[in-house]
């Protein structure tokens, strides 16, 4: 069973053998990129720690599971993150029994930069009590259509709010999109290059031997409250702003009416009905 553990960011999945402490898109880092710009934030890395470990005090997982975007320059990394991340996973280490990573495209050259014992798990994500995890900035392979539920980082969901006055703030969000598993089963074997005979459903089950059973999507919010996101709720006006990953783009994912959470659990409306206060 996976819980958002309102009011944070992070999720907690349940079975009878292990509790798992999901998280996602940490971005360390982050405010040193910044930095080289003459924009000066103080280093977020303790307190992105801070809260990890008090999440961890309070809930108690065996594990830790961070969806991707550990860090924030791209390709390599910064001198900052020489220091900030190796510091961050020996001091976390010592409050949970096991760390886990998966990749995302924030995270080239991460292996050095990691304490022993902290895992990375492959880019094609993991599979925790019958839901996939995954980053987000790539498709996942097609087996992960056996799970009911994904559940995914990389997108920094936030919602804008405008009133008349000219007020606009912006808040996290956890996102609950319905998935169609026929068409996710089509784009997952295109993508491999297996040619659908008769339909995808079938021609998944004789490819990888899983029945598709995903009906539900969940966007993470990012666990770096500093970072910023795109309004899911704002109109993109070019190509670029087109809303992050290939996942959320595919007609599969039905965006337009996902359920949209603040963090405190609040719902807010369906993404449809939030496109107003996304307006200029
Ligand atoms: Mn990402």
Not at 252 to 263: G, P, S, T
């Amino acid at each position: 069973m996976i819980t958002p553990l309102t009011p944070h960011p992070a999720a907690l999945v349940k079975t009878k053998e292990s509790r798992t402490l999901v998280v996602a898109d940490l971005h360390i880092g982050w405010e040193i990129a910044l930095s080289e710009k003459g924009i000066h934030v103080p280093t977020q890395a303790l307190k992105l720690l801070e809260k990890l470990k008090n999440l961890i005090k309070t809930y108690n997982p065996d594990k830790l599971l961070i969806l991707g975007d550990v860090k924030h320059t791209v390709a390599t990394a910064e001198l900052g993150e020489w220091q900030d991340v190796p510091e961050f996973f020996n001091e976390l280490k010592k409050y949970v029994n096991e760390v886990q990573i998966i990749r995302g495209n924030h995270d080239g050259n991460l292996d050095p930069l990691l304490p022993e014992g902290i895992k990375i798990l492959p880019s094609s994500g993991v599979v925790i009590d019958g839901a996939g995890f995954f980053h987000g900035h790539r498709w996942p392979p097609p087996a992960i259509l056996k799970c009911k539920t994904l559940v995914m980082g990389h997108v920094h969901p936030v919602i804008v709010l405008r009133d008349p006055a000219g007020f606009r703030i912006t808040r996290q969000v956890w996102v609950k999109a319905k998935c169609n598993q026929n068409q996710l089963a089509e784009i997952l074997l295109q993508r491999q290059g297996i040619k659908i005979e008769g339909d995808p459903q079938k021609t998944l089950l004789k490819h990888y031997r899983v029945k598709p059973r995903t009906t539900q999507l969940f966007i993470m919010p990012s666990f770096n409250e500093f970072l910023g996101g795109k309004p899911l709720n704002e109109k993109e006006t070019t190509e670029n702003e087109k809303i992050v990953g290939p996942i959320l783009r595919a007609e599969a994912v039905d965006l337009r009416n996902a359920e949209i959470y603040l963090l405190d659990g609040t719902f807010l409306g369906y993404l449809s009905q939030l496109e107003v206060f996304g307006m200029p």
